[in-house]
């Protein structure tokens, strides 16, 4: 019998079998909904059955990545991938919207928080544990160039991720457009901004963390109201991303809160 989906070890947890393993095992998942945070299939892959499967990923803005096949064996452990696997999501992403509606029924002024290419699954997973701890009404993801809500993620969120809404959206410069559409002042977190403590961030707020290598891209600072930076005392000149973004995620909590 063919082997198309990996077989979870004795009392393995959920965050040990995110993989959906075979073509006829991934057609499935999407037919049923099952919420799919990326697709990878071989490179060179693009024939026969896999080919409406990869036209449904795009219906549905599934991601699409392409990998060596000895990767895809890698990561199957040996079971037949037949040139395709799809990474299970470990909840169901929501829309823009819907952390808007969040903030509405807490009567609380939004808190965003927006990563820029956050590609490193622990710091993403850190991400959303603070902000969830920091009352955030959600976090905006780019489909691309970004860890998705992987069972990495979901372990390096110490859970929180299974309580905090996550938006995963096409283009994050359009994604700003529509928040500032909406009354959210943006701010990035960059080397060369004004100091985090002098900018009031008492309203409606979203903040922007900037990937682990290049910080925030030129297109996304552009659509941002203004830069807020750290103080750098010692001789290193940058701090781990999702540091600096609790930092700043907590000085919105001092100021809601008034505290001194």
């Known amino acids: 019998m063919?082997?198309?989906e990996r077989q979870p070890a004795p009392n393995a947890s959920r965050q040990d079998t995110d993989l959906i393993i075979g073509r006829n095992a991934v057609a499935e998942a999407l037919r049923a909904?099952?919420?799919i945070d990326s697709v990878i299939t071989a490179s060179g892959e693009r024939q026969g059955s896999i080919v409406p499967l990869l036209a449904q990923c795009r219906e549905k803005g599934i991601p699409v990545k392409q990998a060596d096949v000895r990767k895809l064996?890698?990561?199957?452990g040996g079971a037949r991938h037949q040139g395709i696997l799809a990474v299970v999501a470990c909840k169901e992403y929501v829309g823009l919207d819907d952390l808007f509606t969040l903030a509405a029924q807490k009567g609380e002024p939004p808190f965003f928080i927006v990563c820029d290419g956050l590609e490193d699954p622990h710091n993403v997973g850190a991400v959303l544990r603070t902000a969830e701890a920091a009352g955030a009404h959600g976090v905006i993801l780019p489909r691309r160039h970004s860890a998705g809500l992987t069972a990495a993620v979901y372990k390096a969120?110490?859970?929180a991720a299974a309580h905090i809404p996550v938006a995963r959206v096409t283009n994050l410069s359009d994604a700003l457009r529509r928040l500032k559409d909406k009354g959210v002042w943006v701010y990035g977190l960059d080397m060369d901004g004004a100091p985090w403590c002098r900018t009031d961030l008492t309203g409606p707020v979203a903040?922007?963390?900037g990937s682990e290598g290049s910080g925030i891209g030129r297109l996304v600072r552009e659509h941002c109201d203004g830069v807020l930076s750290l103080p750098?005392?010692?001789?290193?000149?940058?701090?781990?991303?999702s540091v600096a973004g609790g930092i700043a995620m907590y000085e919105v909590?001092?100021?809601?809160?008034?505290?001194k």
Do not use: E, H, W
């Open 73 to 76: 064996d890698f990561m199957c």
């Open 33 to 35: 909904g099952v919420p």
């Open 2 to 4: 063919q082997k198309t």
């Open 253 to 259: 909590v001092r100021q809601r809160q008034g505290l």
């Open 157 to 159: 969120s110490a859970g």
């Open 232 to 241: 750098m005392c010692g001789r290193i000149n940058s701090l781990n991303a």
């Open 207 to 209: 903040l922007v963390i």
